[in-house]
Structures are given as C-alpha cells and as structure tokens.
C-alpha cells in the first residue's frame, strides 16, 4: 500500500508562505494522481490541488489559483504544496492523498498538518 506522511505546516502572517512537503513510499506512483485537501474549522473538507504523477498536469480549486502551486519530485517520492500570498481564511489541517489515476476515490491519505494564518 501506499504511506504518506504530510509535513511543513505551521504559523505564517497573511501575505507569507509556506511549503508542505508529503513523503510517499510503499509503491511506485507512476500510475497515480495526488493531491492536497484541506478542512478548516467548522466547515467540509475541500479539495486544494492535485497532480498526475506521470505527466505532471495539474488543477487547482479556484480559491487558490494563481497562490498555490502543486510539484512533485519524482527521485525523492514527494509532493509538495507551496503556499504563497497566504490570506487567514487558509488556515486548515492540509492532507495530501493518493489515488488510482482512473478513481475519482482517494484511498491514501496522510496523517495531516496544521497551518494557521494570522491577520
């Protein structure tokens, strides 16, 4: 199966950045999809970006477009968020997942990581 550990979460001002990293092991992913979400407080959990793995296309929801950046190194198994113009309403737990490229189900997902944007 495919593990994920997501890190590089934390505290930012609104306008500064932050990058997660989410270190993938188990299988290669060379068929699979990847993608970042995120749940602020009190509200649904929401898809940030994801990342074919293969071809390297990405999509982005339209609150982060134009900020976010969605990467992968494919040497080192790892994808990356990085989070630039950073606004409060960001603050969230960030997961990254895993999915057959053909699913439309995520069934990997990582433990989460905490990023709290202040005012």
């Known amino acids: 199966q495919v593990q994920l550990v997501d890190s590089g979460g934390g505290l930012a001002q609104a306008g500064g950045s932050l990058r997660l990293s989410c270190a993938a092991s188990?299988?290669?992913?060379?068929?699979?999809?990847m993608a970042w979400f995120r749940q602020a407080p009190g509200k649904e959990r929401e898809f940030v970006a994801r990342?074919?793995?293969?071809?390297?296309?990405?999509a982005y929801a339209d609150s982060v477009k134009g900020r976010f950046t969605i990467s992968r190194d494919n040497a080192k198994n790892t994808l990356y968020l990085q989070m630039n113009s950073l606004k409060p309403e960001d603050t969230a737990v960030y997961y990254c997942?895993?999915?057959?490229?053909?699913?439309?189900?995520?069934?990997?997902w990582g433990q989460g990581t905490q990023v709290t944007v202040s005012s």
């Open positions: 997942a895993a999915r057959i490229a053909l699913r439309t189900t995520y069934d990997y």
């Open positions: 188990g299988r290669t992913l060379s068929n699979y999809y």
């Open positions: 990342i074919s793995w293969s071809s390297g296309s990405t």
